[in-house]
């Protein structure tokens, strides 16, 4: 059975930073791409960063130079962490695992950004 968890949501002020981690289960982690996906309140869910099983990353415009994507493959673990937060970065927070056919998705956690 496939299970991500994430965790590291909050609250927090404009300019702060969180971590948000997803910890993986039933899969081969290291060989799937893993991505970090945001949807807000009556916006469709979009793209926040991906990394590949070897490392590479792509970042949405609006992240680049305050996110950062990163895995540990012998902990099974993906994080984002999040600097320079802004209000508009307000959203349940997604983990995503793709390889081939398989994709899979946990249940999100919240980031609140209060101004």
């Known amino acids: 059975q496939v299970q991500l968890v994430e965790s590291g949501g909050g609250l927090v002020q404009t300019g702060g930073s969180l971590r948000l981690s997803c910890a993986a289960s039933?899969?081969?982690?290291?060989?799937?791409?893993m991505g970090w996906y945001r949807q807000a309140p009556g916006k469709q869910r979009e793209l926040v960063a991906t990394i590949t099983g070897g490392g590479s990353t792509n970042y949405a415009d609006s992240v680049k130079g305050r996110f950062t994507i990163s895995r540990d493959n012998a902990k099974n673990t993906l994080y984002l962490q999040m600097n320079a937060l802004k209000p508009e970065d307000m959203a349940a927070y997604y983990c995503?695992?793709?390889?081939?056919?398989?994709?899979?998705w946990g249940q999100g956690t919240q980031v609140t950004v209060s101004s």
């Open positions: 995503r695992a793709t390889r081939l056919m398989n994709d899979y």
């Open positions: 039933g899969i081969f982690f290291s060989v799937y791409t």
